[in-house]
């Protein structure tokens, strides 16, 4: 077991569990940020896990995380826009302490990385994951002001 595994496993045994624990109880505002908060919580340690075993597919896989993940918060606050109203979520620390993980750990594997195309495809993921979070989380705190229906 090299650094890499063992930060994924810290990273995962900390914040995934946190996000399990949120998305199996609590009311449904609770529910939501976490399922939001799922995907910076598994992207990082499959950044982390590519880097410790060896294989660019993992960093495939946390791409499509990252582009997906958000994209299924805002269809969950879109659909539960009437009962997200009356109490919307506050996450805004979460979702800037989940956006600085996420930098850190974009940043030491493209240092690892080196410069290259593999490097420029960490880049990405980083900008979508931390991007993604950031908007799904506004749209689930009450959306965008000027925008029909958010």
Do not use: H
């Not at 890499?4 to 609590?26: C, D, M, P, R, S």
């Not at 919307?88 to 930098?103: C, I």
């Not at 290259?116 to 960490?122: C, E, G, N």
């Amino acid at each position: 077991m090299n650094g890499w595994i063992l930060a994924a496993t810290a990273e995962l045994g900390g914040a995934g569990a946190v996000a399990l624990w949120g998305l199996a109880t609590g009311p449904l505002s609770r529910r939501v940020v976490a399922q939001n908060m799922a995907t910076p919580a598994i992207c990082p340690a499959l950044l982390l896990l590519a880097q410790g075993y060896g294989r660019p597919a993992y960093v495939d896989l946390a791409l499509l995380l990252a582009l997906l993940g958000p994209v299924g918060t805002l269809v969950f606050a879109r659909l539960l826009a009437d009962e997200l109203a009356g109490d919307p979520p506050r996450a805004w620390s979460l979702t800037w302490a989940a956006a600085g993980l996420s930098a850190v750990v974009v940043a030491a594997v493209c240092v690892a990385a080196g410069p290259s195309r593999a490097m420029v495809k960490l880049l990405v993921t980083g900008a979508l994951l931390i991007g993604g979070n950031v908007i799904a989380a506004r749209a689930l705190t009450g959306g965008f002001k000027g925008v029909r229906g958010g």
